[in-house]
């Protein structure tokens, strides 16, 4: 069984739900992975020093 719990807004409770639940998992015997994926891509248009055509950054 894979359990995916994701959102993009910080403070919703994603990570205290998801220890919870991977608790409650544990005891109920079944094998818990648990990854923690933060995603901190900026994505911005534009120039960039100089550059007088437009382009995409990621930083």
Known sequence: MIIVIGGDKGGTGKTILTANLAVFLMKK????T???LII??????GTKKGNTAN?????
Do not use: A, D, E, N
Not at 29 to 32: A, I, Q, S
Not at 55 to 59: A, G, Q, T, V, W
């Open 40 to 45: 901190t891509t900026v994505f911005q248009t």
């Open 29 to 32: 015997g079944k094998t818990v």
């Open 55 to 59: 382009c995409l950054y990621f930083r």
């Open 34 to 36: 648990v990854v923690k």
